[in-house]
Structures are given as structure tokens and as C-alpha cells.
């Protein structure tokens, strides 16, 4: 038993935000409300701007191999079609891109850069009779690439006829003495020698803007810089080696202004002098080190916790004085973080020390030490991580250390020699960052890119976990949804669990490395309503969905990415970021209808289970995951990592064009969770019913639709096993719908849908809809009457489905609302036109509770989490459901309105208030250093409940240590006990958005258990060592032990937990906005068996 030392816990960090009312405006954000805290990362881009350059002409790898082009120097001007007899012989080789890599290639699309030039014009596509020798400046003059040259020959170029390998061999160019007219080549313009090809006009657009921005490898790494720059929202300055052009210090990309001066510099980079990158970058480490002046915020605005980058770009080889102060850093030993593979026996001071010197110093000793860590990098001090790209220029090494422990033997550099490019791997690896080597211009852009995405995936979160079972076992995962804010990429983890211990082991797998290419993806779309799925091709699509995407947006969509980078959105991988829908999974699931027993093919469902002669039956079944991304897919993945298919929903086809803009603004696509259960339905269109299971899918604050498919068979999924798929034109009060279906049977013999129809519809009521499963047709749908308006707005959230008396079919539906209404509805009958909303007032429709703080009530508290219902000990139904929203812009910030967990009884009268209710309350909380517990406890009070006067129970989640705290997430209910996470936002951007509570109360009263249900202090034993000590007395000394009732969370804002069974206890994972998964052990309940609503009885 542990006992306190403090009687309250007052958190080190009260944070004091704006207080505004909680209006419900139903503007959703488009992007997770927690991110809206976080600091920004600080990204230094150190660019060469070297004499070289300037240069024109880059030889290919294979040109480079050749030894007859040797003497050729990889320097200078390109020369347009000289004569042969010139003494510049091999310039023509440097008209071909296989030789010369920055010449232009017919197979890149050539876009302008982004930002203004010098006059303030936005850089536009260049005509080929004017096109302009200097971008920014059109001072410097136009060329007329359409006119014949000095010598009488026209511009154009040779073509790599390239044997299929990628590497330029003698002959796939065009040698000196090979040189004419009819070898493969390509025109401007018409010209008097025969065989020459001419462009098209659009590919004379497509030489010149290559001839304006892409010639010189300046010009490619300005337009690499200036792409990444305009859609950047991090916090980004630049310098260059020479700094011939000025610098820019660190600053917000999200601020135009500053965002427009930043490409204006990176346009004027004038190239001329050395290489002399140790020195320059060890300006910007001192530079990052600055209190004044520095890029390193304060501890206000989450300079403890904020991530520090440098980016160093060059084509060449380093030369110039060593700096002074780095020494021999990497291999000194003085710190946890250098030695190892990390050192060398340079014997003097290289890139690489310059960059460990930086890595492994705390470069802000004021500030406390809160960086994030991996295991890549694993410093939490204030440090830089250091990236290097090498543009062009190859050392002798292929790979990097294979392990940081094993010493490693690094050739020692050499000025203007090969062996620098090896530092410049070097200080990659022991700066913890990554050396990226591109050999051409699109190859640039890709490896500038890719050292941003792989900064922005430092920066990442999840959703929630789901698992493949509910009792551990030796093949037992969990599975993780991902994503990272900076480049919207996602993922989703399988993790191992340990047999014996329930802990998480390795990664077992990451789906977005697993992701086919586009050619091999299953990917589903609908063009109407009903049974009118189609494959996603541009071809399949109705003539109004083609007038919203092209032909090459729908590959990119697919996963094409050929553009990437040029003329669309460059992407850390194909699959999108998931955020708010959790992965659900299916698999040889039992949802325990054997008293269903139905007339057509496997009747019996229990024949349906165990059956392997059809694909559909369940004997066949694999494990798969099933999770919306905001890449406009319902993604489906194996239990192996491998997606087998992809549906995007009807309604957001006219959007998917979005998704390809260089500037993408993040919106959410299929963002909600789904559902999946079994059913006994004419799944094929054949006339006969059989089992099956079914998904029923919804995109949350991605639009308005909801949509079926059947997934009985996933590993041969088609275009006919897409069901329906609705909207708000096929059901007019539809709004997001953030509300979760139920599959189930129905008293009128038929299967259904059953949800809320969401928020922002055009009527702005609470609606209940009541779908046919097979055909998507309505039903039934309740008006509750409850109105809203376009800022007051109102909607349903997700229902719980009651089963009463065990028959296996529904009864009874409560759901409730964004004006604090609790709704029940009455199913039960054998007639749809018996079905209707429980109580009414006269004529109008009565909830049966509104939840309030006051009576009469004026400031109602909203209901968007879904509820759970429990018989109690007298038999009447108690309804369990928390309060408090979190999707509008601005519930973060919302800290004006007390939220509240209730259990309301329906006793078949309304219940008219909280006078009605017995109070349960929060009497402590504790920190984990004042109990000497592992966590952060918080106890309440058993007040007694007795049903045959009051109604139920409530408690207020009102700490004052944790304003705003509030319950928008799913409720659990095992052995009696009610278990849910509640969400507390920060505005600290160190606290990843916020926390949560996991709250176990006893489900019947709200009071705290008996025992513990928590493993408070570690040690794997759940026993009455794990209550907590109170003083009652205020004599200093613990006198009575008490079970605490909520424990907080480690990892930040956490959903409801996914549960496995270990036998003797049970654990719950928690995935948090951290990224990181807590695990809690507590006693076991033993419940089997999945089910898609209550069964009461």
C-alpha cells in the first residue's frame, strides 16, 4: 500500500488559456486540434555557392565510367551546337542527358520555380522565342531558342538511347565523330537538315522553362529549395557557404511575409569561390546556440522541447582552413554519443566532428532538456541534427556503419579529393540525421525533399490501437495507426506482444513499406448509389467525376510518382495520413448468432464459421485491418502489412485533385472509423441469401457519406462487392459523419445500418437513420426536433443498439446529441411503423435526459462520444455517456464549460434533471511522487446509488489542475465496471496536445471499486499494495487505503483502450498523441466474444 506525501498534486505547469464560450459552430478543423500546440522545428539550409555551381554540364555516372571521355573536364559553359572541328569536340555529348545530366530530358515535365522574381512576377512558364537568361532578373537578357546559333545550327537535343539499365555505355550518346543531323535527335524549330524531329509547341515550352531555370545546377537546387520552401510550415532560415547573397535567419513559414523573403533569397544565390563547408557549418551551429538572436525558442513557446535541423547541400569537394574549437569530437569520448562507429582516426578536425561538436552539446543549457528522442536519436538536449546532400560528386564508400557500437573505419579526408564526400556522409551519421546522394536534377529534388519528410516524420503522432485478438497468445499483435503532420504521410505499425508478459515487442511490420505499386493496386471507387462500384481508372469514371481529375491525377492518385516533385506534391510514401479513424480488424470473428437460423446457402451460422467450401465462409478467413486514410481511401491490410485493397468513397472523387497540389493545405478524407459484423443478406445479387460480413465505412470530418462493402471475402475483393454508397444528396439531413454505424438484425426481418447522421447537415437536426444493409435504402429515420442553425448547429453522434431479452435482434437505440440531449428510440416492434422515439411531450419528441450543470438549463453540454447500456441490478437499463466535443476549431482552447459522466437511468420515464441524479466527485489527485506509485492517481467518492429513489449518477470533471478536461471517446463496460479515457488540452507545446485519465468506475453508481484496478505501483501483482493512503483525520498520517479510479496518462492524449486478456489480468493499450503506447495492467474480466451492440440478457 502506498501512502500520499502531499495532499494535493498541483501540476508544475498551470497553463492559463482564453476563455471562451463552447459555441457550436460545426467549423471543423481540418487538421488534429492537438498539433495546433506544438512547436515548430527549426530547419537551417546551408546551401554551396561555390564557382562550380555555376557550372552547366554534371557527367553521368556512366560518362564519368568512360575512360575514352576522361580528359573531358565536368566543368564550364554548354556550347549550342558548335562545330566538330571546334576544339570543344564533346560538347556534343553535353546535348544529351545520358552524358550530360543537366541538359534537358524529354521525360521530365520542367515547372517554373515557385515565388517572384525581381519585378515582383510570379514565375510563369517561358516562351520559346524569349526565354530568359536569369530568372529573377530579366535585366540579364532573353535568347530566342527558336533561332539558329552563331553557327547556324538550332537548338534541341540528342537522345540517350538507353539499353534499359539506367547507365549511360559508348554509343547510347552520340560521340564527337558519330556527330549528324540523323542520328536520334529532336528540334526547336524547322531546320534545313533532314531527319531532325521537331517539338510540339508544348514541348518547346517544356525546353525553354529547362533552358530558364533548370540549366546550371544553381538553378536546380533554387528550384528544389523554392518548391519545398512554398509549401513549408516549419520555421526554416538559409545561408550559403560564401554568402554571396545574404542569409536569412530562422522563421515562421506560415507567415507570408516571411515566406516570400525567403524565396526572394534563394533566388538571388549568386555562385563563385570555395568549398568551405567545416567552417560554415559551425557558423550555423553557433548560430543555433545563440540565447539572443538565436532560431531556439524560449521555454514560453517550447524552446525545451523544440527539434533544431541543418541541411548542408554541395556539389563539390571541401577545401579551405579547418575550423577552430571542434578538435577530434567524435572520437574523444565525452559524451554518451560519440565513439563507437561515430569515431574516426582522422588525426585532424573533419565535417564529421564539426557535426558531432553540435550533436552532442547541449546547445541551450537554460532550457530545460525536452527534445523528443528516438533511437536514432536519442539526445534530449538542445542539439542539431545534421543532413548532408551530395549533388553530383561520389566518395568511396557505398553504405553506412552497420551498427553504432562496432568502430568503423572512415577514410580520412582529404581537401578537393573523393574522400570528402565520404565527411559528408560522416556527418550525417554522427549528426543523426541522413546523407542523401542525387546524381541528377530530379534527383535533387527528390533527396532535398526527402531529408524534410524524414524531419517532419520525427514529428509524428497516432490514432488508436486495435489488436488481432482478445486473449494473449504466441502470434497476438497490436496494431497502430500513424501519421506525420509535416509531410501528411501515414502508416499503420503491427507490433509483436510478448506470450507471457503482454508487452510490446518489436515492429513486426510498417504497412507503408509494404505499399504495391500502382500497377498492382486493387483500387475501388462508385459511380451512383447502388451496385455501381467500378475499378479506379480515369476511363471507368462518370463524365461529371472526370471533369474534376485528370487522367494524371488519378495515377498519382494510385500511387504513380513520376511527377512527384515537379508538377505534383512530392509524398514520403503512397499511403496517407490516418488520424481519427481507428483501424478496426476482422477476421474468424463470432459474434455468437446461433439463435439467428436463417433459410438459404449455410443457413447456420454456425456452418458459417467453421465452412471452407466457399471463399466467403469463415473457415477461409484471414486477419485484416481495415482504416480510413486522409489520402481518400479506405485502405484494406492484411495481417501480414500487405494492402489488398482500396475503396474510395463516391462523394470524394471531385476532391482527390487536392491531393496533388504542391501547396496542399491538409484536409481530412476518410477520417472516420468504421464498422464491420456479420449478416445474413443476398450479398451477390444472386437471389439468395447467405452469411457474410459487412463494413460499413464513414469519412468523420472528411464529408458527408457513409458507405457498405462486402468484406467476406477480402483477399478477391471487386467493384461488385461494393454495396452502396450514399450522401447527403441521397439522404438530405446527412452532415460529417463522425457518427459510428451498427450492423445489425432488426425486428422487421431485415439487417441494417444503424447511425447518426452527424453534424453540419443542411437542417442542422438530430437525425437517427435506419439503412437496408443490402440495399442502402432508407428504412426508417427519426426527426428529433432537436434544431440548430448554421452557428448554433445540431446533429446526432453515434448510437449504442440495445438488445433486451438475448434474442440476438435490437430492441431499443440511444444516441446522443450537440445540445445535450440523450435520445432514446423504440425498435422493438415487428413493424417499421411501430418504431419511433421513445417519449414525447404531446407531439414533440422528449429525450430522456438532457445532460446540464444547471437547472434550468442554459448552457447544455454536447454528446459526441458513443454511449454504452447496462442492465443493473434491478433489471432497469442504465445508459452510460460522457460529455464534451473536440473536433471544431477552438476546442482546444475551450476551457469555459464543466463536462460531466453520467448514468442515466430509463426506468420508462424521462428523467428530468441532475436533482434526480446522485453526485459522484473527484476528491484528489496525486502525483506519482508524492505516492511513490508509478502513475498520477486520482481518487473519488462511493456515494451510494439506490435506483428505487434516484436515477442514476454523474460526476463533474472539473479538477482545476485540469480545466477543459472532457469525454469524447467510447466507453467500455467489463465486470461491472465502467472504463473510459477523458481529454484534458494543453496549450504547452511541449505536452504533445494535452492528457487524458483512464477512468474505471463502478458502472451501476459511478463510485469508485472495491479493489484496485490498477497495477499502480509496477510490479505485475494487482493487490491492495496498489491502493492508495489517505489521511481523514489531518494528523499527517495515512489511515485508510482506498482504490484510486483513474490513472493518467504517460504517452499524452490517449482514445478508448484496446483490451487483451492474459488470463490472469488483462492489459490496455493506449496509443497517445506522443506517438508512444502505454500498456496498463488490471484484473481481468474474462469477456469473449465480439459484439456490434449491448446484449443485455
Known amino acids: 500500500m502506498s501512502s500520499f506525501k502531499s495532499l494535493k498534486f498541483v501540476k508544475s505547469l498551470l497553463l492559463f488559456l482564453p476563455l471562451c464560450p463552447m459555441a457550436l459552430q460545426a467549423e471543423i478543423s481540418q487538421q488534429p486540434l492537438y498539433l495546433q500546440t506544438r512547436v515548430q522545428p527549426n530547419i537551417f539550409f546551408l546551401v554551396d555557392d561555390s564557382g562550380s555551381m555555376d557550372w552547366e554540364v554534371l557527367k553521368s555516372n556512366g560518362a564519368n565510367a568512360i575512360s575514352a571521355y576522361d580528359s573531358y573536364r565536368d566543368s564550364g559553359i554548354q556550347e549550342w551546337w558548335p562545330d566538330s572541328s571546334s576544339s570543344y569536340r564533346y560538347s556534343v555529348l553535353e546535348a544529351c542527358a545520358g552524358y550530360n545530366v543537366l541538359y534537358y530530358d524529354p521525360s521530365v515535365t520542367y515547372v517554373p520555380w515557385a515565388g517572384e522574381d525581381r519585378d515582383g512576377n510570379t514565375y510563369a512558364n517561358q516562351s520559346i522565342t524569349a526565354a530568359r537568361l536569369n530568372p529573377y532578373d530579366s535585366r540579364d537578357g532573353f535568347v530566342n531558342l527558336y533561332a539558329a546559333d552563331r553557327y547556324g545550327y538550332y537548338d534541341g537535343y540528342y537522345t540517350w538511347t538507353d539499353d534499359g539499365d539506367g547507365v549511360l555505355e559508348r554509343g547510347e550518346c552520340p560521340d564527337a565523330s558519330l556527330r549528324s543531323y540523323n542520328y536520334s535527335s529532336q528540334f526547336v524549330s524547322p531546320n534545313p537538315n533532314a531527319g531532325a524531329q521537331v517539338m510540339s509547341s508544348s514541348e518547346q515550352t517544356n525546353f525553354a522553362n529547362w533552358y530558364t531555370y533548370y540549366r546550371k545546377r544553381e538553378y536546380v537546387v533554387k528550384a528544389a529549395l523554392s518548391g519545398i520552401v512554398n509549401s513549408a510550415t516549419e520555421r526554416m532560415g538559409l545561408a550559403t557557404i560564401n554568402n554571396n547573397s545574404g542569409s536569412a535567419a530562422v522563421a515562421d513559414m506560415t507567415d507570408s511575409a516571411t515566406k516570400t523573403d525567403l524565396l526572394n533569397l534563394i533566388s538571388r544565390i549568386d555562385s563563385s569561390g570555395g568549398t568551405p563547408l567545416r567552417s560554415s557549418l559551425k557558423t550555423v551551429g553557433e548560430y543555433f546556440k545563440r540565447k539572443s538572436g538565436g532560431p531556439i525558442l524560449d521555454l514560453e513557446h517550447g524552446g525545451a522541447c523544440q527539434q533544431n535541423f541543418a541541411i548542408l547541400m554541395s556539389d563539390g569537394y571541401w577545401n579551405s582552413s579547418s575550423p577552430s574549437g571542434i578538435g577530434n569530437a567524435d572520437g574523444d569520448n565525452n559524451s554518451d554519443f560519440d565513439g563507437g562507429s561515430y569515431a574516426d582516426n582522422a588525426g585532424k578536425t573533419t565535417l564529421a566532428d564539426v557535426a558531432m561538436h553540435y550533436y552532442e552539446n547541449d546547445l541551450r543549457t537554460d532550457l530545460p532538456n525536452e527534445v523528443p528522442t528516438s533511437p536514432l536519436d536519442n539526445n534530449d538536449q538542445q542539439h542539431m541534427v545534421t543532413y548532408t546532400v ?82 494473449l497468445d504466441t502470434d497476438t499483435k497490436i496494431f497502430q495507426a500513424r501519421f506525420s503532420s509535416g509531410s501528411w504521410s501515414g502508416d499503420l505499425w503491427a507490433y509483436d506482444l510478448d506470450p507471457d508478459t503482454g508487452a510490446v515487442g518489436s515492429l513486426a511490420w510498417s504497412a507503408a513499406d509494404l505499399m504495391p505499386a500502382e500497377s498492382s493496386r486493387n483500387i475501388f471507387t462508385s459511380t451512383g448509389s447502388v451496385d455501381l462500384g467500378v475499378e479506379f481508372e480515369y476511363a471507368n469514371l462518370t463524365s461529371p467525376q472526370k471533369s474534376t481529375i485528370t487522367s494524371d491525377e488519378v495515377a498519382y492518385i494510385r500511387g504513380d510518382r513520376s511527377n512527384e516533385g515537379t508538377t505534383y506534391r512530392s509524398r514520403v510514401s503512397i499511403l496517407g495520413d490516418i488520424i481519427n479513424s481507428d483501424p478496426i480488424y476482422s477476421g474468424k470473428d463470432n459474434y455468437n448468432y446461433y439463435s439467428l437460423e436463417m433459410s438459404g446457402t449455410v443457413s447456420t451460422y454456425n456452418a458459417y464459421l467453421t465452412g471452407t467450401t466457399s471463399t466467403w465462409q469463415k473457415g477461409n478467413r484471414i486477419d485484416v485491418l481495415y482504416v480510413g486514410a486522409n489520402d481518400g481511401m479506405l485502405h484494406a491490410f492484411s495481417g501480414d502489412g500487405e494492402e489488398l485493397f482500396a475503396y474510395i468513397p463516391k462523394s470524394l472523387v471531385s476532391s482527390l485533385s487536392d491531393l496533388t497540389d504542391s501547396a496542399y493545405e491538409h484536409r481530412y478524407y476518410v477520417d472516420g472509423t468504421a464498422s464491420n459484423g456479420d449478416a445474413f443478406i443476398d450479398f451477390d445479387d444472386s437471389g439468395s441469401e447467405r452469411w457474410g460480413t459487412a463494413l460499413i465505412g464513414v469519412l468523420g470530418g472528411g464529408g458527408k457519406g457513409v458507405f457498405a462493402l462486402d468484406i467476406s471475402d477480402p483477399l478477391n475483393f471487386d467493384d461488385e462487392d461494393v454495396l452502396w454508397d450514399l450522401d447527403e444528396a441521397d439522404l438530405v439531413d446527412l452532415g460529417y459523419t463522425y457518427s459510428q454505424p451498427s450492423i445489425v438484425k432488426l425486428a422487421n426481418g431485415d439487417w441494417g445500418a444503424v447511425f447518426g447522421n452527424g453534424y453540419g447537415s443542411a437542417s442542422h437536426e438530430a437525425v437517427l437513420y435506419i439503412v437496408n444493409l443490402e440495399t442502402g435504402a432508407v428504412i426508417k429515420e427519426f426527426h428529433t426536433e432537436s434544431m440548430g442553425d448554421s452557428v448554433d448547429t445540431n446533429g446526432l453522434s453515434t448510437p449504442i443498439v440495445v438488445d433486451t431479452n438475448g434474442d440476438s435482434v435490437a430492441d431499443a437505440v440511444y444516441a446522443g446529441d450537440l445540445k445535450g440531449n440523450m435520445w432514446a428510440f423504440d425498435i422493438s416492434g415487428s413493424t417499421v411503423d411501430s418504431w419511433d422515439i421513445k417519449y414525447y411531450t404531446g407531439t414533440t419528441p422528449k429525450p430522456l435526459f438532457t445532460a446540464c450543470t444547471d437547472d434550468p438549463c442554459t448552457d447544455p453540454q454536447p454528446i459526441t462520444s458513443k454511449p454504452q447500456a447496462i442492465e443493473a441490478d434491478d433489471g432497469s437499463l442504465i445508459v452510460l455517456f460522457g460529455t464534451g466535443k473536440y473536433f471544431e476549431t477552438g476546442d482546444n482552447y475551450d476551457l469555459s464549460q464543466d463536462q460531466s459522466y453520467y448514468g442515466v437511468q430509463d426506468d420508462d420515464a424521462v428523467v428530468d434533471g441532475r436533482d434526480e441524479l446522485v453526485e459522484q466527485t473527484i476528491i484528489a489527485e496525486y502525483s506519482s511522487s508524492a505516492t511513490g506509485l508509478s502513475y498520477n492517481t486520482r481518487l473519488t467518492s462511493d456515494n451510494d446509488v439506490d435506483l428505487a429513489t434516484k436515477d442514476g449518477w454523474y460526476m463533474d470533471f472539473n479538477s482545476s489542475d485540469y480545466p477543459g478536461e472532457r469525454i469524447v471517446s467510447s466507453s467500455l463496460v467489463r465486470s461491472g465496471r465502467v472504463i473510459f479515457p477523458t481529454l484534458v488540452p494543453e496549450a504547452d507545446a511541449c505536452s504533445s496536445g494535452g492528457t487524458s485519465w483512464l477512468m474505471e468506475l463502478d458502472a451501476d453508481t459511478g463510485a469508485r471499486l472495491a479493489s484496485s484496478p490498477y497495477d499502480m505501483n509496477g510490479d505485475g501483482v494487482i493487490d491492495d499494495n496498489d491502493l492508495v493512503g489517505i489521511d481523514t483525520d489531518n494528523d499527517g498520517v495515512a489511515d485508510t487505503y482506498i482504490a484510486a479510479s483513474g490513472k493518467e496518462s504517460t504517452v499524452g492524449i490517449i482514445k478508448t483502450p484496446g483490451v487483451i486478456s492474459t488470463g490472469d489480468d488483462e492489459k490496455k493499450y493506449t496509443s497517445g498523441s506522443s506517438g508512444d503506447i502505454e500498456v496498463t495492467t488490471e484484473s481481468s474480466d474474462n469477456t469473449s466474444g465480439r459484439q456490434s451492440w449491448e446484449q443485455l440478457k
Not at 415 to 431: F, K, P, V, Y
Not at 441 to 464: C, E, F, M, Q, W
Request: charged share 15%; glycine share 6%.
Open 390 to 471: 551530395a549533388f553530383g560528386v561520389n566518395g568511396t564508400l557505398d553504405e553506412n556503419p552497420s551498427d553504432t557500437t562496432t568502430p568503423f573505419s572512415w577514410p580520412t579526408p582529404v581537401s578537393n579529393q573523393d574522400t570528402t564526400i565520404d565527411d559528408l556522409r560522416h556527418a550525417a551519421w554522427n549528426g543523426r540525421g541522413d546523407f542523401l546522394s542525387a546524381s541528377s536534377p530530379t534527383g535533387l529534388i527528390t533527396a532535398l525533399n526527402n531529408a524534410i519528410k524524414s524531419i517532419d516524420s520525427r514529428v509524428s503522432s497516432s490514432s488508436a490501437v486495435a489488436a488481432n485478438s482478445t486473449r
